[in-house]
């Protein structure tokens, strides 16, 4: 048991995110460094999958800063190839697709994007590796029905109609009828399963279907950048898993932050991600490698981001994302 009387919980997992050249490489350090200060009780492997050079990728994909290598390697960090198949430079977020055949076979794995940062202790996080889940830190981005096409029921139906699942299970029916959150649908931030080879076929062979040979109903729906996200739930629910199988206010809460961009965590995020990020970044070896990228640079060292903050009042912030990004970037902020 813990000091606060709950069970301690001591299960072996790997962490796993993605490490590519330019902006990713950076996070990935944010990211190590984050992992190391606040889940010091961590006893599993922190897995970087790094793409490889080939016909998929125009540039070589891999992480270029060799001093950055080399702290991430003396933060305990493992770097494990792997080969872009199937999507590569067209969709890089394939990466989390593609990239989940090269780890270990049956070793429980949780991923998480590389814009995020771990601020508590990542090791009591109750998952139950059986039951896969993802982020439900999102917004309605999918899909948007078109006024005289099929409507959510219906085109959430004909995918699960094309997989041979069963759409009715998947309802969350305390939300209205055609209302989006009724409807299974995750970010792609995080997500966890017992073994990282079984979800990631069926991961990929649910895309692939998806992008190649969609149903009708889809016929109007971009599903560039949202194919990951299209795919995830079908995969969790086909798999066990579903919205409610970790509890609330761990991921996305009091242990991790997936802030996607440096002027949104700015914007947004509560206090103690402030706080955790400018004790990451202090030391002076951190520095050299960090100011290297721009928006580190400016963001952090040399005080846009706190100007940021200062834009918004944290306590009334505006319902949707869009409107804060118009916000940073009319006062000239934005950075990615």
């Keep these: 048991m813990d000091m606060a009387g709950q069970p301690a919980h001591t299960q072996n997992f790997n962490v796993v995110i993605v490490g590519q050249n330019g902006r990713l490489q950076y996070e990935a350090l944010l990211f190590a460094l984050s992992l190391r200060s606040y889940a010091p009780d961590f006893q599993g492997r922190l897995l970087i999958a790094e793409p490889q050079p080939g016909p998929l990728w125009p540039n070589d994909p891999r992480m270029g800063n060799g001093d950055l290598r080399a702290m991430l ?27 989940l055949a090269a780890l270990p076979e049956g070793e429980p794995f949780v991923f998480f994007d590389t814009d995020t940062l771990i601020t508590g202790d990542l090791a009591r996080v109750p998952f139950d590796f059986d039951r896969p889940s993802a982020s439900l830190r999102r917004e309605g981005t999918w899909p948007k029905p078109e006024l005289y096409g099929p409507q959510y ?74 194919l990951d996200q299209v795919a995830l739930p079908l995969v969790i629910h086909s798999l066990g898993g579903g919205r409610d199988a970790l509890p609330a206010g761990y991921l996305d809460g009091s242990v991790s932050c997936h802030y996607r961009l440096l002027p949104l965590l700015y914007a947004r995020e509560g206090d103690h991600v402030i706080a955790a990020l400018d004790h990451i970044t202090d030391h002076n070896r951190v520095k050299r490698v960090l100011k290297e990228y721009d928006p ?41």
């Design 296 to 336: 580190i640079k400016r963001m952090v060292y040399q005080g846009r981001g706190l100007k940021t903050r200062a834009l918004f009042d944290q306590n009334d912030l505006p319902r949707r994302e869009q409107a804060i990004r118009n916000t940073i970037k009319r006062n000239g902020f934005w950075m990615r």
């Design 73 to 99: 390697a003396e933060l305990g960090a493992e770097i494990i190839p792997f080969e872009s198949r199937h999507f590569g430079h067209s969709y890089p977020y394939g990466n989390k697709i593609e990239m």
């Design 153 to 226: 029921g219906a085109i959430w139906k004909s995918l699960y109609d094309k997989f041979g699942l069963d759409y009715e299970s998947s309802l969350d029916l305390a939300q209205p009828d055609e209302y989006w959150k009724r409807y299974l649908y995750f970010n792609a931030g995080f997500f966890f399963y017992k073994c990282p080879r079984a979800f990631g076929q069926r991961f990929l062979d649910y895309a692939l279907a998806i992008r190649d040979d969609p149903p009708e109903e889809l016929i109007c729906q971009e599903l560039d950048p949202w």
